[in-house]
């Protein structure tokens, strides 16, 4: 249980309103912060201004999965003014405060470092994104579907990077019959891809391997395919990049090219927002719990 933690959120999606759900089923003391324009109303949480006197007696307070930008700008769908959150507001934080994002950009670091407040980016721990990574295959397939005229069943497929996505999505796409071929630059990767039954390659491989490739999907958040990969490739193939943003494309020469290739991040808050929320909320809520017993408070 959450009795008597203050938690405050952020802005968000869809995906916040499954951990909202699950503090107030746990009696924490919820406050939401720009969400304004939200229709439904949550019984247990009070809607407030984004202020110093509003976050000075938060224990937790959760941001979306991309926290802010590099201006601290806050995006949030159920809000139509902007939210900022600022120096002064870090500030107002109580020191034990930890704040929770999905990954935190250089600006929300930077920030909370100096006023020694406790990160967790959610992202960053396994059994967020493992979880996570099944919304986001299902998303991928669905794009490469949507967006081929051949099955994916003997289409001949790359997956780029063996991470917790990677290699869920080369294990889905293995067993619905495509040919898949991962690459990777650690050893161990490798070898794992070998054990997987899949074809492995290293990375500095890559322009000769997409000389036939019918799909490319990459989860590498770096310029992997490059101006020069992309020359190697067949007009027909498709990219689609799961990357965090820009994603680890060159979009400007693949467009030249007249290849198609899509940035997908998020997917999981596209296709599954209440799963992935679940997700979420499961890990925050237990996460919350097991920071106020350090505090030696009861739960």
Request: include cysteine.
């Amino acid at each position: 249980m959450l009795t008597g933690i203050h938690v405050a959120f952020i802005g968000g999606d869809a995906r916040q309103l499954e951990v909202i759900k699950k503090c107030i089923q746990l009696d924490a003391i919820v406050t939401l912060i720009g969400f304004d324009n939200l229709e439904s109303s949550f019984t247990g949480a009070t809607k407030k201004p984004l202020t110093c006197d509003v976050l000075k007696d938060v224990d937790a307070l959760i941001l979306p999965i991309v926290g802010t930008d590099n201006d601290g700008f806050v995006e949030s769908v159920f809000c139509s003014k902007p939210l900022q959150f600022l120096s002064e507001h870090a500030a107002c934080l109580k020191k034990h405060c930890v704040v929770y994002t999905g990954m935190a950009k250089s600006y929300l670091k930077t920030l909370l470092l100096r006023q020694q407040i406790t990160l967790v980016e959610l992202l960053d721990r396994d059994e967020v994104a493992i979880y996570n990574s099944i919304p986001t295959v299902e998303g991928a397939l669905m794009m490469a579907i949507q967006n081929t005229d051949i099955t994916i069943h003997g289409s001949q497929v790359i997956v780029l990077g063996l991470g917790r996505t990677g290699m869920s999505l080369a294990r889905s796409l293995h067993a619905l019959g495509a040919r898949v071929r991962v690459g990777a630059r650690r050893p161990e990767h490798m070898a794992r891809i070998h054990e997987m039954g899949l074809t492995p390659f290293h990375l500095s491989e890559l322009r000769p391997q997409v000389a036939n490739a019918d799909i490319i999907f990459n989860t590498i958040p770096q310029l992997v395919i490059t101006a020069e990969v992309i020359a190697q490739m067949p007009q027909a193939t498709l990219i689609i990049d799961l990357a965090s943003k820009p994603g680890g494309t060159d979009f400007r020469y693949a467009e030249r090219r007249g290849i198609k290739a899509l940035l997908a991040p998020g997917l999981p808050g596209i296709v599954a927002p209440k799963t992935a929320g679940q997700i979420i909320a499961n890990t925050v809520s237990r996460l919350i719990a097991d920071q106020s017993k350090d505090r030696g408070e009861p739960s």
